[in-house]
């Protein structure tokens, strides 16, 4: 060990801590099963996608009724007493 460092890894432990190899391993397996879950499912597919840039799905682009602040000329339920 280097007695001037304040803070030292050894070279065993960085080995055996270093994700790099088997995240690699791991990351090609997973991209494996969703290419093949992308072919068996495509609609799918496109919404997941579409989710992930932010769109909405088709036919769900209309927002929730709203009425401004103040506006007591629409009730939607009964008043509780």
């Known amino acids: ?3 001037d460092a304040s803070f030292s890894v050894s070279e065993d ?3 055996h801590m270093s994700l790099l ?3 690699a391993s791991e990351q090609g397996s997973w991209q494996e099963r969703a290419d093949a879950w992308r072919e068996a499912h495509p609609d799918l597919a496109r919404d997941w996608d579409r989710a992930w840039a932010g769109d909405l799905r088709e036919g769900c682009g209309s927002p929730c009724p709203s009425s401004p602040p103040g506006n007591r ?3 939607d339920r009964p008043a509780r007493r």
């Open 13 to 15: 432990v960085r080995r």
């Open 73 to 75: 000329s629409r009730r």
């Open 21 to 23: 190899e088997s995240g």
């Open 1 to 3: 060990m280097d007695p």
